[in-house]
């Protein structure tokens, strides 16, 4: 794997509450977020933050309504990015009763479809909970749709359940496109592998296109993310002082007893690794709850409020906001071809 050489430089600019105005720019997009969870998708899509030295730029977004079935992930989403989320169970609620919206966007749930998961892909209630984008497509007919999944749903039953997905999808007049996109190869500092649904409605002529990689061959790693930290161990980076007992399990399948290498991308942040975090790359104990947020690309002033084992739950299950970012500038440059 290559990687290039970074300096580290401490980001010093003052903490503050993460507020980004999508509806200020002059020609703003509606959003509907279902799924939001703690905010990952939704802030790549608003943009006006920044990560480590690197200052994202606000796009023409502006998300009217987002929803969540957890109320403490809605909790962290509403501290950090605004009060438009909602807890709501999306199963349960009759799509006439949201607002909507030129652009729906969503990470369906993954647990069903991971490979570390119990993989009953569709055959549970929550492998199907992608129904209720079709259900408000087919009500408000938004003229994009992002969703978001784990790369293992590509080889569920040998293709046949992503191809269900895609048919559902597709049978309320819309097409669509599947990205696979490796985050490292848009500046994640982390190897994670996520699909992207890019739907556009069939009266409306083109397609997004696939954002082209920025750092393929020139990897960021994990010690250029968080090689700043190892000396801070109280909370004036907020949420560093949480992390998890140094020990290595005796038993089990060694998921959340890997030690990412220097001067490459760390391993996958994983929302099911409870206290069994990954190992810090040089120190004897493992990644706290802001290392973790670090490697998905939150920035530091993004502030999780719960206990360590939540946070990184939170952390693990989102989409990482940079990368979330450049798929949303393909879909913002669409966007503003079609209007």
């Known amino acids: 794997m290559n990687t290039c050489k970074h300096v580290i430089n401490q980001d010093t600019t003052p903490l503050r509450k993460t507020v980004v105005p999508g509806k200020s720019l002059k020609k703003s997009n509606s959003v509907v977020s279902f799924f939001a969870g703690c905010g990952g998708l939704d802030l790549g899509f608003l943009g006006g933050f920044s990560f480590k030295n690197e200052r994202l730029r606000a796009l023409p977004f502006d998300i009217v309504a987002a929803y969540d079935f957890n109320d403490r992930c809605v909790e962290t989403y509403r501290l950090n990015i605004g009060h438009h989320a909602e807890v709501k ?4 609620t009759c799509s006439t009763s949201m607002p909507e919206a030129d652009l729906l966007i969503g990470g369906f749930p993954c647990q069903d479809f991971s490979s570390c998961g119990p993989k009953r892909g569709l055959d549970s209630e929550r492998g ?3 129904e209720t984008l079709v259900n408000y497509m087919r009500t408000h007919k938004p003229k994009v749709v992002v969703a978001e999944n784990v790369p293992h ?12 997905i895609i ?3 597709q049978a309320v007049d819309y097409r669509f496109e599947v990205w ?3 985050a490292p190869d848009y500046g994640v500092p982390q190897s994670r592998t996520r699909l992207f649904f890019i739907g556009v409605r069939n009266d409306i002529d083109g397609q997004p296109a696939k954002p082209s990689p920025t750092h393929t061959g020139c990897y960021r790693s994990i010690d250029w993310a968080i090689g700043d930290l190892e000396t ?4 004036s980076v907020p949420n560093q002082s949480q992390y998890f007992k140094a020990s290595k399990a005796k038993n089990g399948n060694g998921q959340g007893d890997e030690t990412s290498k220097a001067g490459q991308p760390s391993y996958t942040i994983r929302a099911n690794a409870k206290s069994r975090v990954q190992f810090h790359y040089k120190l004897p104990r493992r990644l706290t709850v802001r290392e ?3 490697l998905q690309t939150f920035p530091d002033n993004f502030s999780f409020p719960f206990s360590a084992t939540t946070n990184v739950m939170q952390i693990g299950n989102a989409v990482p906001p940079l990368l979330a970012h450049h798929v949303a500038k393909s879909i913002a440059a669409f966007m503003e071809k079609i209007t």
């Open 292 to 294: 973790c947020a670090r």
């Open 153 to 164: 749903l590509a080889r569920m039953g040998g293709g046949a359940v992503i191809d269900t």
């Open 232 to 235: 801070v161990n109280d909370d």
């Open 89 to 92: 169970d999306l199963a349960q």
């Open 167 to 169: 048919k559902d999808l």
């Open 128 to 130: 199907r909970l992608y």
């Open 180 to 182: 696979s996109l490796f």
